[in-house]
């Protein structure tokens, strides 16, 4: 049994981090400002509900609880409102994971899990992604992910610190019991808009633009299911606290699919309308972007549960179909 630390624990992403690590009888501690994330998410553990750049309160934290791995949920993602803000983003994303890095130094903290992303490669020159391709971010959310990155390779050579950085695509779907799902304010991901569509929450969903170079005509994308990130930041975890290497590594399932094909199989798992309406192409948005998981499947052994974009599809119908109004509900 280790302890862990989620720091964003309340997140999507994090929320279901907590459930799998409780699940397999670690112990973990949420850190969260709840800015974000929601209480109800958390299903367990200790909470801790304050600042990830609170140097006073992670350096209590770190003196009064052992801690064997950091893992690391608590960005901002929004790629338009980092073009926005980029202070805020550089600030949280950047400047207050440097405050965590710097307190697990100075209590001996070694083992750093961090959730990266695929905006690190910016507009990327081939398909799939592999992780040696170029690293040029077009916005600052990108940017300060990679900021991040660069520091814990810097932080292994100067501290011997061990990291895993794992780089995904889009996330998706929710747990199968349905007791947690996404819930964001606002919704950008494809899938819950246009399930917000098929519940009526939504007129209609957006397609922007049917010109591309793809089969169809619509962008195309990589979608993992959420638990099967999970599975991976754990199996990267039990890598490192085994003694293994600092990694990174994409997330991805290789299996890629249309704007319309998400749509018309949202159709048919609702059995629900969904209008769709085709508007012009947003700047940036390349044709394809999908990963390459080869690393991460031949160096970690691990294999997506929910390679079919079907079964994710109908575990985050399950979710909204029970929280209409997500855990406000």
Same mark, same amino acid.
């Given at each position: 049994?280790?302890?862990?630390?989620?720091?964003?624990?309340?997140?999507?992403?994090?929320?279901?981090?907590?459930?799998?690590?409780?699940?397999?009888?670690?112990?973990?501690?949420?850190?969260?400002?709840?800015?974000?994330?929601?209480?109800?998410?958390?299903?367990?553990?200790?909470?801790? /509900?304050?600042? #990830?750049? =609170?140097? +006073?309160?992670?350096?209590? &934290?770190?003196?009064?609880?052992?801690?064997?791995?950091?893992?690391h949920f608590a960005a901002f993602s929004l790629v338009g409102e980092s073009v926005e803000q980029p202070l805020a983003y550089y600030l949280n994303n950047t400047g207050k994971t440097a405050s965590l890095l710097l307190a697990m130094k100075e209590h001996g903290v070694g083992r750093f899990?961090?959730?990266?992303?695929?905006?690190?490669?910016?507009?990327?020159?081939?398909?799939?992604?592999?992780?040696?391709?170029?690293?040029?971010?077009?916005?600052?959310?990108?940017?300060?992910?990679?900021?991040? /990155?660069?520091? #814990?390779? =810097?932080? +292994?050579?100067?501290?011997? &610190?061990?990291?895993?950085?794992?780089?995904?695509?889009?996330?998706?779907?929710?747990?199968?019991?349905?007791?947690?799902?996404?819930?964001?304010?606002?919704?950008?991901h494809l899938i819950p808009i246009v399930l917000q569509a098929a519940s009526g929450k939504r007129e209609s969903i957006a397609i922007f633009g049917d010109d591309w170079d793809t089969p169809d005509g619509t962008c195309v994308r990589d979608y993992v299911h959420v638990n099967d990130l999970v599975d991976a930041h754990i199996l990267a975890a039990e890598h490192l606290l085994s003694g293994g290497e600092s990694l990174t590594c994409n997330l991805g399932c290789e299996n890629c699919y249309s704007v319309r094909e998400i749509i018309d199989i949202s159709r048919e798992v609702t059995g629900r309308e969904i209008k769709a309406v085709v508007t012009p192409r947003r700047p940036g948005?390349?044709?394809?972007?999908?990963?390459?998981?080869?690393?991460?499947?031949?160096?970690l052994g691990w294999r997506p549960s929910f390679d079919d974009p079907r079964a994710i599809i109908e575990t985050a119908w399950k979710w909204h179909s029970e929280h209409p109004e997500g855990y406000s509900s």
């Open positions: 049994m280790q302890t862990y630390l989620v720091v964003g624990g309340a997140g999507y992403i994090g929320s279901h981090m907590v459930k799998a690590l409780l699940g397999r009888g670690h112990e973990v501690i949420t850190l969260d400002d709840l800015s974000k994330g929601h209480r109800e998410a958390i299903v367990g553990g200790d909470v801790i /509900e304050g600042d #990830l750049g =609170d140097r +006073e309160l992670l350096g209590s &934290l770190f003196s009064s609880r052992r801690v064997d791995c950091v893992m899990i961090f959730s990266s992303t695929a905006a690190v490669y910016g507009e990327p020159e081939s398909v799939p992604i592999m992780e040696g391709a170029a690293t040029e971010p077009t916005n600052p959310y990108g940017r300060s992910k990679l900021t991040v /990155e660069k520091a #814990l390779a =810097d932080c +292994e050579t100067a501290h011997g &610190l061990r990291y895993a950085t794992l780089r995904y695509f889009n996330a998706a779907g929710a747990d199968p019991s349905g007791a947690i799902g996404e819930d964001h304010s606002p919704e950008t948005d390349p044709a394809r972007l999908v990963a390459s998981s080869e690393k991460i499947r031949n160096q």
